[in-house]
């Protein structure tokens, strides 16, 4: 592996609130791999930015594997912030990214208020 290539990418929310729960999962889920590590507020729910991030970790770094962690109480939804929604802007960006990187295997999470990751399928 050269020195710039990175197993995965994980894209959260900036929330502080769940910092350490990402950076438990992380550790206990992505052991021995190394990661680029990303956050923007309601982590992809401006996809068009996020999918130029994952261009770039796709490019100068030939990741192989994308997490995507939403959260619940997410503020940057406002209102909107409920299970369902998340899902289904999660399945929106795994499908975009699936379209553009079909080798790049994307995980999908939706984080609960007590740490719990609930996987998105």
Same mark, same amino acid.
């Given at each position: 592996m050269s020195e710039h290539q990175c197993d995965a990418l994980v894209v959260c929310c900036i929330d502080f609130r769940f910092q350490k729960y990402i950076r438990d999962w992380t550790d206990k889920n992505l052991t021995g791999k190394n990661y680029d590590l990303i956050g923007f507020a309601g982590s992809t729910k401006d996809l068009d930015m996020v999918l130029k991030q994952i261009e770039i970790s796709v490019k100068l770094h030939e990741i192989k594997?994308?997490?995507?962690?939403?959260? %619940?109480?997410? /503020?940057?939804? /406002?209102? %909107?912030?409920m299970p369902e929604r998340h899902a289904q802007d999660l399945k929106k960006a795994k499908q975009e990214i699936n379209t553009k990187y079909p080798e790049v295997r994307v995980y999908l999470y939706y984080l609960h208020l007590d740490g719990r990751f609930e996987q998105i399928i």
């Amino acid at each position: 592996m050269s020195e710039h290539q990175c197993d995965a990418l994980v894209v959260c929310c900036i929330d502080f609130r769940f910092q350490k729960y990402i950076r438990d999962w992380t550790d206990k889920n992505l052991t021995g791999k190394n990661y680029d590590l990303i956050g923007f507020a309601g982590s992809t729910k401006d996809l068009d930015m996020v999918l130029k991030q994952i261009e770039i970790s796709v490019k100068l770094h030939e990741i192989k594997q994308i997490v995507l962690i939403h959260h %619940e109480d997410c /503020g940057a939804y /406002g209102v %909107e912030s409920m299970p369902e929604r998340h899902a289904q802007d999660l399945k929106k960006a795994k499908q975009e990214i699936n379209t553009k990187y079909p080798e790049v295997r994307v995980y999908l999470y939706y984080l609960h208020l007590d740490g719990r990751f609930e996987q998105i399928i």
